[in-house]
């Protein structure tokens, strides 16, 4: 469990780096600002399944203000810290139903779930961070262990 919360910590600690960065630039770069964004909606998306809700009506790709973006990372982060302080290491083996978006039904563990929002979010902020150098801009250093130390 504790792999998990430290995971989720540093979700929401890479988030607000990528924000602070996108939010201070002197040019808006789009593409970064459309990837920052996916990556808040679809975190809103597996939160919505996890809990037992249909998604099909969230957005995974929508283009959305920086602001609003500022509003999806203090969401989630809520979320998930509720989620997480209610969970059991057992029940993170129980097995999740959802429909993804194409409506197809999957059945994953709790576990693998939260691994993957946590990696998703993670490979994203990279391809923002090379999205910021190819702007002659310094990337963001969003390593796990950046963020123990």
Not at 33 to 51: C, D, G, M, P, Q
Not at 62 to 86: D, G
Request: with cysteine.
């Amino acid at each position: 469990m504790e792999t998990i919360h430290n995971m989720f910590n540093h979700l929401h600690w890479a988030n607000l780096r990528i924000l602070e960065t996108l939010q201070n630039g002197e040019e808006e770069n789009k593409q970064a600002n459309n990837l920052f964004s996916h990556i808040l909606h679809a975190e809103n998306v597996w939160f919505t399944r996890l809990i037992g809700k249909d998604s099909a009506h969230l957005p995974i790709w929508a283009e959305v203000s920086l602001e609003s973006c500022i509003e999806l990372v203090n969401q989630n982060h809520h979320n998930y810290t509720e989620l997480l302080s209610n969970l059991s290491n057992l029940e993170l083996d129980q097995l999740v139903t959802y429909n993804n978006s194409k409506g197809t039904k999957f059945h994953h563990s709790l576990r693998d779930i939260l691994t993957h929002v946590a990696l998703h979010g993670q490979y994203h902020r990279g391809q923002i961070n090379q999205l910021l150098r190819a702007a002659d801009l310094e990337p963001i250093n969003v390593d796990f262990i950046t963020f123990r130390r």
